[in-house]
Nanobody
Framework: QVQLVESGGGLVQPGGSLRLSCAAS????????MCWYRQAPGKQRELVTT???????NYADSVKGRFTISRDNAKNTVYLQMNSLKPEDTAVYYC?????????WGQGTQVTVSS
């Protein structure tokens, strides 16, 4: 069982920045594929970005060049740095983990981009 705890969400003005964190339990965090998903009101949950155990990353076209995913295996934590935020980035952001074939989700953290 892997527990994921997100933090760092909040209200930010358009053009601003936020950094989300996701702390994971487990002794084999370095082997996990970690992702961030988001779900806006009335929309389906969508994949935002992925980082593999080897550090390879992928991003949705809508966030390329603005968001950066990273991981600190010593701290069992994955981060999402979000810059140049837009109102359309408003959503609940979820941390997701594929731990050797088993999926786990965090509880989500709200990000609201509004003036």
């Amino acid at each position: 069982q892997v527990q994921l705890v997100e933090s760092g969400g909040g209200l930010v003005q358009p053009g601003g920045s936020l950094r989300l964190s996701c702390a994971a339990s487990g002794r084999t965090f370095s082997r996990y594929v970690m992702c961030w998903y988001r779900q806006a009101p009335g929309k389906q949950r969508e994949l935002v970005t992925t980082i593999t155990s080897g550090g390879s990353t992928n991003y949705a076209d809508s966030v390329k060049g603005r968001f950066t995913i990273s991981r600190d295996n010593a701290k069992n934590t994955v981060y999402l740095q979000m810059n140049s935020l837009k109102p359309e980035d408003t959503a609940v952001y979820y941390c997701y983990c594929n731990a050797l074939g088993t999926s786990f989700w965090g509880q989500g953290t709200q990000v609201t981009v509004s003036s």
